[in-house]
């Protein structure tokens, strides 16, 4: 619908005519050319450069591609909270979630080892603390054999391999 507007103030049509009739405005054509492919950025803020129009217009874009990913990568859904401390508390942990996804994203790109986030996660889950607890009250600890895949996994994210009495920590 925009578009079209724009072009009737480029081309006028005469109505009061009995055949069809227009007449292209030149001044308005050469103007809408010279804006073609162009985004336009306004702001009220007077006080921001240029630049820090920008910057902030594309941070709109990776806060809105943020929102994508808690949807549907991290798959976190709606939750109806009433209590503003409950609302605050769901709150931090999708920006926890996210922060922790770009991390590993950043991570797995600068490893270039071709695996997305999910990928990773699936493959990690594998990785296994298991604690038995014998008849006779004795309790045997071990952890799950951790393929080269996994390995190579951990050395990109930069996490030593777990042992059996270390927890995994991502940070």
Known sequence: MQGFRRGAGIIKVDLKSELFSYSID??????????????????????????????????????????????????????????????RAHAQICFLALVLHRVMRQRLHTSQSGLSPVRTLSLLKRIQHHRATLPSSQTIEGLSSIPDVQARILTAMGIAKPTKNEPLTLL
């Open 26 to 87: 030149e001044q308005a054509l050469a103007h809408a050319r010279l804006m073609d492919g162009k985004l336009l950025l306004v702001t009220y803020t007077p006080a921001l450069a240029p630049e820090q129009v920008i910057k902030r217009y594309k941070s709109l874009a990776d806060i809105e591609r943020g929102f994508r990913v808690l949807k549907s990568e991290i798959e976190i859904g709606p939750v109806h909270h009433r209590l503003p401390d409950r609302i």
